[in-house]
DNA sequence: CAACGTCTTGACGGCACGTCAATAGCGTGT
DNA sequence: ACACGCTATTGACGTGCCGTCAAGACGTTG
């Protein structure tokens, strides 16, 4: 493939070279899980010798964590230039815009998300954590809640759980097929919906009767 | 610890020697992840010949399986022996139930969980949904809901999604501590009663009439 | 007490990863 | 055009981990 027999050594740009790793690793880790792919695989695949590999990321894991963080990008298209109406409309948009893309890259989203990355590793979670928080902020941004400061925190936090519920309920979709999109579509938005409205004011009170009010 | 270095070798019956490694397999996978414990680390700390381990359990990976699948467990007594009243009061109790459990079961259960899978491996992910199937199954029995027909395999996608957002809204509680348990109680209870009451049926009208009916 | 079953182990072979000094492209200056 | 130097690239080495297998030891049985 990358590797022309006939050339014996071809000497470039760091960064192109770079590159190259990269995406041999992103379509190798796409197939396996992290174990099953070897460094010799990822070297040969780009036509490089292995040791290269140590040189440009330092070793298998943070090459690793490379291709992961290329593939957690959210996809920023979900929330941008929304109409200025209601809460509802904008929010029913974003999650039809969250369909559309899950379903046009499904492969690749999938093996990003996968049932998730290495496995108790603090360095992978803390990439998805802060994918998770960018989605937060998306999804405040299309709610018209930006400005909230009572119980920031706190409904931060039930929209980043929220978030595991969304990609839950797209494999749902994608994989097993036991929802369909039109069902996706009124779940997700039904959802969201009711925890930004009802829960949310639900919780804030529940906090302020039962716990210690915050300093 | 379990190794006496007095005795040379014992000899015992192989279901506890079988459990001794597994227990000792289990302990250190609590600390590390799957790589990070090396197979010559858990004959250590079990006191035994690294070969043991294979005849036992086969590999390493069949022995992480099987801490996995123990870890796994689903805490039974959270659905069980519910006053006969209505469905909200149900949830609230198996809510509050399960808020009792995770936090007496604090560290196990966050290593079980981990930071939602192990990652990519197919036989892990089957255990996971093996154990989202009977969470889901407890659910619907405590909510009254066994019976239902129409929209099941929907009803139980969703359960299962929502597990999801449970399970990611307890490590927002344990590790992060974003969320308070009163919180959680408000959260978790207003979230599942009305994806029950509400979110069911809409998703079921949206299904008849956006879709073609099911055969 | 000797013989046997099987639980247990030491030793071997193979594979994957990281390191390092040595090599060879490719631009540069004369 | 040619030699030179920088550095991208690599072959070879060392280490660690896992699975296999035949040999050894423990406890039991006749």
């Known amino acids: 493939m990358s590797a022309d027999s006939t050339v ?20 190798l880790f796409d197939a396996g899980n992290y174990a099953s792919v070897s460094t010799s695989d990822i070297a040969k695949a780009a036509g490089v010798a292995r040791p290269l590999i140590n040189h440009y990321f330092g070793g298998k894991r943070e090459l690793y964590l490379e291709v992961v963080r290329q593939m957690m990008v959210v996809p920023a298209p979900v929330t941008e230039s929304l109409p200025k109406t209601t809460r509802e409309h904008r929010l029913a948009i974003s999650v039809d815009r969250w369909l559309d893309v899950v379903e ?9 998300i996968g049932p998730e ?28 809640m930006t400005d909230i400061v009572e119980g920031r925190e706190e409904l931060r936090a039930m929209i980043r759980s929220y978030g595991s519920m969304l ?40 906090t302020r009767d039962g716990r210690t009010p915050p300093e």
């Open 167 to 206: 990609r839950a309920a797209s494999r749902e979709w994608l994989i097993r097929g036991t929802l369909g999109r039109e069902d996706l579509r009124a779940f997700l938005t039904d959802s969201i919906l009711h925890l930004l409205n009802v829960t949310y004011p639900k919780v804030l009170a529940a």
């Open 104 to 112: 046009r890259n499904k492969r690749t989203w999938l093996t990003a």
């Open 8 to 27: 014996k050594r071809r000497r470039l740009e760091p960064e192109e070279r770079r590159a190259e790793i990269l995406a041999a690793a992103r379509k």
């Open 117 to 144: 990355a290495i496995g108790r590793d603090p360095d992978v979670e803390r990439i998805m954590l802060e994918a998770d928080e960018i989605a937060a902020d998306h999804v405040l941004e299309a709610a018209l």
